[in-house]
Nanobody
Framework: QVQVVESGGGEVQAGGSLRLSCATS??????????MGWYRQAPGAQRDMVAM???????IYADSVKGRFTISRVNAKNIVNLQMNDLKPEDSAVYYC?????????WGQGTQVTVSS
């Protein structure tokens, strides 16, 4: 069974930091990842890309988080971390981990991030 599990969400005041982690288990560990990363969805809004990292290490960030968020990957363990600094109230959302493999995409259940002003 394939599992994508996020952790590290929570509530923080504006200007604070949080670190999200995403780990995979099951059949996904047998395949090379094409890319892994994070999306987020606020109430009433669409799900948008936050940051992605490809298997070769190339990273992509949404303009709104550049300079504040850093994505990194532990290749040997198919773990992706998202370090979020200088958080703003508009960063509040449910954050979802996305895993892309050659035969499809997989999502985690999401973790809530709330930033209070």
């Amino acid at each position: 069974q394939v599992q994508v599990v996020e952790s590290g969400g929570g509530e923080v005041q504006a200007g604070g930091s949080l670190r999200l982690s995403c780990a995979t288990s099951g059949r996904l560990n047998l395949y090379a990842m094409t890319a892994m990363g994070w999306y987020r969805q606020a109430p009433g809004a669409q799900r948008d890309m936050v940051a992605m990292i490809r298997s070769g290490g190339h990273t992509i960030y949404a303009d709104s988080v550049k300079g504040r968020f850093t994505i990194s990957r532990v290749n040997a363990k198919n773990i992706v971390n998202l370090q979020m600094n200088d958080l703003k109230p508009e960063d509040s959302a449910v954050y979802y981990c996305k895993v892309i493999v050659p035969y499809g995409d997989f999502w985690g259940q999401g973790t809530q991030v709330t930033v209070s002003s």
